[in-house]
């Protein structure tokens, strides 16, 4: 199994489908994930650390997990099948459960279980990057942490 990150839910124009974008760890793949709107919502929510106040219905599985001794530990993607993207959830006693990824990966958000997918998965829905885009990337994560007062001279006034 291949370590994933979660980047983040993004939306394909000009279509406006969200996707959920996972990239290997190790590697230069990244592997785009079509979504429903809600579950891109719950994805997004989880990432930002947005607390609903009441609990949305993945954090309702995990409370449910917990609420029988159980955690999740890892969520599996296993392959694509004429367009639908299957995956399981894997917990603590390594029983699993057979789930939509998009669900799955929600659930992963909210818990720091691992997303890992099969080599052949990546083989076969995987998109290789580029350096360019890898650059394109980083440069969208260092705008998103940047704050005005990086810019600051220490007083230097300009000539």
Not at 38 to 50: D, K, L
Not at 72 to 96: I, W
Not at 100 to 124: F, K, P
Request: charged share 30%.
């Amino acid at each position: 199994m291949i370590t994933l990150d979660v980047l983040g839910v993004r939306v394909e124009m000009p279509t406006s489908q969200p996707i959920v974008l996972l990239r290997e760890r190790e590697g230069s793949r990244y592997l785009p994930i079509w979504i429903g709107a809600a579950e891109a919502s719950a994805i997004a929510y989880a990432q930002e650390g947005v607390e609903p106040p009441r609990p949305l219905t993945h954090d309702l599985l995990v409370d449910v997990l917990q609420a029988c001794g159980r955690r999740l530990t890892s969520v599996e993607l296993l392959r694509l099948d004429e367009g639908v993207f299957y995956a399981s959830l894997v917990l603590d006693d390594d029983s699993r459960i057979d789930s939509r990824s998009s669900d799955a990966i929600a659930l992963a958000v909210r818990t720091g279980a691992e997303v890992v997918a099969t080599s052949q998965l990546l083989d076969d829905a995987g998109v290789e990057s580029s350096e360019e885009e890898d650059e394109v990337e980083k440069f969208k994560e260092f705008l998103e942490d940047i704050n005005p007062e990086d810019f600051e001279t220490g007083g230097e006034t300009g000539s």
